[in-house]
């Protein structure tokens, strides 16, 4: 099946830095990525969508300001939480959906841990 | 708002078949309905994915009913490591954006 990795696994910062998660379909061209946040015990929140080339589209209450996604090529979406604090860390998830696939089938990679400090 | 609605938890025994239902009353023409693994601190594993009426695969089988308002996840003979959290997906095409919006999930605890 296609395959999503996510970059880095898990990453520790201090509060006011910037970090950058990568996400890359490694097998199959993803014309829309998805990105999500996981608190502990809760569910998926979809934070946002984004397609190839274009501007991502948040979801209500996320502040795209402070969550930059960029998805510059079909194969890479890329989310920086600008200026961390610790009410940012979380579980990141990203989901990417194929271009020759139907619109149902998303991947999703393994998840990124941050901590803020 | 999720589209689904799912038992918050389920205890079952090792060696049992479990059966998880999720609700989606406002399932569109188009949509199917996927479900979803999750272990702690991974992303979510895809199990299956069906229409209409029954889909089997080496892992599990996927019951939907004419009406398509509602759909079992069925799992043969649960083991330990089939403890996890199991979502229902639906497709929300609302805004012109097909995505998916996560329930709540069950909680699946598989007892020795």
């Known amino acids: 099946g296609a395959v999503v990795s996510q970059h880095p696994s898990w990453v520790i910062c201090k509060s006011g830095t910037s970090v950058k998660i990568e996400c890359r379909s490694l097998?199959?061209?993803?014309?829309?990525m998805f990105w999500y946040r996981q608190f502990p015990k809760q569910s998926l929140m979809l934070m946002a969508t984004?397609?190839?080339?274009?501007?991502?589209?948040?979801e209500q209450g996320v502040e795209k300001d402070k969550f930059l996604i960029n998805h510059a090529s079909l194969t890479l979406s890329t989310l920086t939480v600008t200026s961390a604090h610790p009410e940012d860390s979380s579980f990141y998830i990203c989901?990417?959906?194929?271009?020759?696939?139907?619109?149902?089938?998303?991947?999703f990679g393994p998840g990124t841990r941050l901590t803020v400090l | 708002l999720a589209k689904t609605t799912q038992p918050i938890s389920m205890d079952s025994y090792e060696g049992q078949e479990v059966n998880i239902t999720c609700s989606h009353n406002?399932?569109?023409?188009?949509?199917?309905i996927t479900w979803y693994q999750q272990f702690p601190s991974q992303g979510p594993r895809f199990i299956i994915q069906?229409?209409?009426t029954k889909v089997t695969n080496e892992v599990a089988s996927l019951f939907i009913p004419a009406d398509r308002k509602s759909s079992t996840l069925s799992l043969p003979r649960v083991s330990l490591s089939d403890t996890a959290v199991y979502y229902c997906?639906?497709?929300?095409?609302?805004?012109?954006?097909?995505?998916?919006?996560f329930g709540t999930g069950t909680r699946l605890k598989v007892l020795a």
């Open positions: 989901s990417a959906r194929g271009s020759s696939g139907g619109y149902n089938e998303q991947f």
């Open positions: 097998d199959f061209q993803a014309t829309t």
């Open positions: 984004s397609n190839e080339g274009s501007k991502a589209t948040y």
């Open positions: 406002n399932i569109a023409t188009n949509d199917y």
């Open positions: 069906g229409y209409k």
């Open positions: 997906l639906v497709g929300d095409r609302a805004s012109g954006t097909y995505k998916y919006i």
